[in-house]
């Protein structure tokens, strides 16, 4: 069982920028395969940023050039870290995790992004 807890959202102007962290559980993270995912109301989840063991990152279109994910071990932490920030990025994001040789799928409870003036 894994457990994922997300920092860091809020409002914020558009052009601004947040960082987002989720820690999580466990004491092999490093082995852990991370995302970031959005979804806003009525719609699908989807993907915006993952990270491998790695540290071999993948972006959505949406948010390549404006967002970075990375990781640190140390502190069981993925990061994204958004710029740039427009009002259609505003969404619940949620942090997702798969360890290594797992079938399922872990995610967090979510945290709010608006972008408004």
């Known amino acids: 069982q894994v457990q994922l807890v997300e920092s860091g959202g809020g409002l914020v102007q558009p052009g601004g920028s947040l960082r987002l962290s989720c820690l999580a559980s466990g004491n092999a993270f490093s082995n852990y395969f991370m995302g970031w995912y959005r979804q806003t109301l009525g719609n699908q989840r989807e993907l915006v940023a993952t990270i491998t063991r790695a540290s071999i990152t993948n972006y959505a279109d949406s948010v390549k050039g404006r967002f970075t994910i990375s990781r640190d071990n140390a502190k069981n932490t993925v990061y994204l870290q958004m710029n740039s920030l427009k009002p259609e990025d505003t969404a619940v994001y949620f942090c997702?995790?798969?360890?290594?040789?797992?079938?399922?799928?872990?995610w967090g409870q979510g945290t709010q992004v608006t972008v408004s003036s």
């Open positions: 997702h995790a798969r360890p290594m040789g797992s079938i399922y799928n872990y």
